[in-house]
């Protein structure tokens, strides 16, 4: 016998007579399109990599205020619903310290995005067939230095062999294609450039050269540590000979070796900013939205998830943080204010 309860539609039946609505553009006032979404999952980290973070003293988000992973979906699939969102990177603070990676993964998988993260590496031999089982994609792994004691200075862990063998891990799980962050830093690690290169070639992995941004939690960052992508193309051209590709929508700069070894990236933030085709809007721990990695204003979005706000109410925060989006970071100008949190806070 039906009893009343059984007689009430379940959530899936409500879902199903809800006319889906169709994507629109999410689109700023520049007319820049954004389709890809950084999450970060915690602002805790593992190592402390000191151009990001410092030795001590970090002050951690409390743990009620980090979106749980059924916040965090909801947002994306508001995110990938409503406005076409069709590419998602997990960050950091160091994305698997969060319990139960996989599980978050395995949620925005079912979305049917393109699911990257950006890692240190550290813990992939143990989780790298776990993620790559539950539906992420392709793994970035930050590596500076392929010296030990360098690398023990960096980051303030002995860890460097651990980070290696998460590349083969990572390599061996089929996460592809595994790509390699590597900050330059003068004075500190430009003297590598032609050996990381030469790693990545013998490994089959792209390495990306970052230039160094003002986003460090101890304010050190100087414009004359920045080591340009145009030393960095020159130092490791003459090495191994280059070629520039034509730049498309994503952040690096690309170029192939002449010797159809593969290709390096560069990603020239502070010499040749790609602002005016940044198509990534990034969601903190917290539940922060965020235009700019620069940005000085954000959305909370925990508020509302928290108080019940409809889908409707989500997507329209999410586009008057968009529509705020402003033309440009301004590194280098007198102009620029360096934004209070700090690139682990944020999510690189
Ligand atoms: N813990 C993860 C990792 O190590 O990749 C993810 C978070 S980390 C903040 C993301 C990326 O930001 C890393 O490649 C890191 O090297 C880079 N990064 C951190 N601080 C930076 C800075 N001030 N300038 C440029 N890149 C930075």
Request: charged share 25%.
């Amino acid at each position: 016998m039906a009893t009343e309860w059984t007689e009430q539609p379940d959530f899936t039946e409500v879902d199903e007579l809800v006319d889906p609505v169709d994507p629109v553009e999410l689109v700023d006032s520049y007319g820049r399109v954004h389709r890809d979404l950084r999450i970060s999952v915690t602002d805790r980290c593992n190592f402390r990599c000191t151009y990001c973070m410092p030795a001590e003293g970090m002050v951690w988000m409390p743990r009620e205020d980090l979106l749980t992973f059924e916040e965090i979906e909801r947002v994306a699939r508001v995110c990938v619903e409503r406005f076409g969102i069709d590419s998602i990177r997990l960050t950091g603070g160091e994305p698997t310290v969060r319990a139960h990676l996989p599980r978050l993964v395995a949620k925005l998988a079912a979305l049917g995005v393109n699911l990257a993260m950006t890692t240190n590496g550290a813990t992939l031999r143990t989780l790298a067939p776990e993620l790559k089982a539950a539906g992420l994609s392709r793994v970035n792994i930050s590596l500076d230095t392929l010296r030990s004691e360098r690398f023990a200075d960096l980051t303030l862990r002995d860890q460097l062999d651990s980070v290696l063998d998460g590349v083969d891990a990572a390599v061996e799980a089929g996460l592809a294609p595994v790509k390699i962050n590597t900050v330059v830093m003068r004075g500190v690690n430009d003297d590598e450039l032609v050996e990381l290169a030469a790693f990545g070639r013998d490994r089959g992995v792209t390495v990306r050269f970052i230039e160094w941004m003002p986003l460090d939690a101890d304010h050190r960052w100087q414009s004359d540590a920045v080591v340009s992508q145009a030393e960095i193309v020159a130092a490791i051209g003459a090495v191994f000979p280059l070629e520039p590709l034509r730049r498309g929508s994503e952040p690096a700069e690309r170029f192939v070796y002449r010797d159809g070894r593969g290709e390096i990236g560069v990603i020239p933030s502070v010499t040749r900013p790609f602002c005016e085709s940044c198509d990534r809007i990034r969601l903190t721990a917290d539940g922060q939205l965020r235009s700019c990695l620069f940005a000085v204003e954000e959305t909370g979005l925990r508020t509302l998830l928290r108080e019940g706000a409809s889908d409707d109410e989500v997507a329209a925060a999410v586009s008057r943080c968009v529509a705020g989006k402003w033309a440009g970071h301004q590194i280098g100008q007198v102009t620029f204010v360096q934004p209070r949190r700090s690139m682990s806070q944020i999510g690189g």
